[in-house]
């Protein structure tokens, strides 16, 4: 049973960079894409990008300039990297897993909110 | 981006009760659509994909139909354990988009 969790700092300063990880167990990073979607607080879910096992990346346009997403092989890991955060970045963060073939997400994490506040 | 629009927003209903949620989207996204169930501190649930095939492990109370722009959810007779927020996802374009969510509450 494929398990993702994420994990990473619930508060991070306006401007800073907000860093989290996504954890995968039961199951190999390999032959998936793997995707990070958010949901500020009382809103709708949003898009932020995804990566392919062999590296290929595509973001959200709205979010791009700031947007890292990148694999660790040897951890089973994604991650998630956004710069210059502002209030706006408040929200539960989730990975979630597809497969090829244009399907859609099949397995999602439960979450993690991430506050923006100095 | 793909435009969603999901109706209800909310919605109370009885146990035993027929229930349909719809989702339009702005442009047509053959049937590259599936709808998801959301509890509170929980991972997203995906229920239906491919528009109306249900995924294997969920009650065949639920079902989807659809194609193209317009798309439904349906639980034939609700339990318990479905209330609960529903939202649809178009994975045909990106930026993937979905609908703002239906919450389904205890009438």
């Known amino acids: 049973q494929v398990q993702l969790q994420e994990s990473g700092p619930g508060l991070v300063k306006p401007s800073e960079t907000l860093s989290l990880s996504c954890t995968v167990s039961g199951g190999s990073i390999s032959s998936y894409y793997w995707s990070w979607i958010r949901q500020p607080p009382g809103k709708g879910l949003e898009w932020i990008g995804y990566?392919?096992?062999?590296?290929?990346?595509n973001y959200n346009p709205s979010l791009k300039s700031r947007v890292t997403i990148s694999l660790d092989t040897s951890r089973n890991q994604i991650s998630l990297r956004l710069t210059s955060v502002t209030a706006a970045d408040t929200a539960v963060y989730y990975c979630?897993?597809?497969?090829?073939?244009?399907?859609?997400?099949?397995?999602w994490g439960q979450g993690t909110l991430v506050t923006v506040s100095s | 981006d793909i435009r969603m629009t999901q109706s209800p927003s909310s919605l109370s209903a009885s146990v035993g009760d027929r229930v349909t949620i719809t989702c339009r989207t702005s442009?047509?996204?053959?049937?590259?659509l599936a709808w998801y169930q959301q509890e509170p501190g929980k991972a997203p649930k995906r229920l239906m994909y491919?528009?109306?095939s249900l995924q294997s492990g969920v009650p065949s109370r639920f079902s989807g139909s659809g194609s193209g722009t317009e798309f439904t959810l349906t639980i034939s007779s609700l339990q318990p354990e479905d209330f609960a927020t529903y939202f649809c996802l178009q994975h045909n374009n990106y930026p993937h988009t979905f609908g703002q969510g239906t919450k389904l509450e205890i009438k």
């Open positions: 491919a528009a109306s």
């Open positions: 979630a897993r597809r497969s090829s073939g244009g399907t859609s997400y099949s397995h």
């Open positions: 990566i392919y096992y062999n590296g290929l990346s």
């Open positions: 442009q047509d996204i053959r049937n590259d």
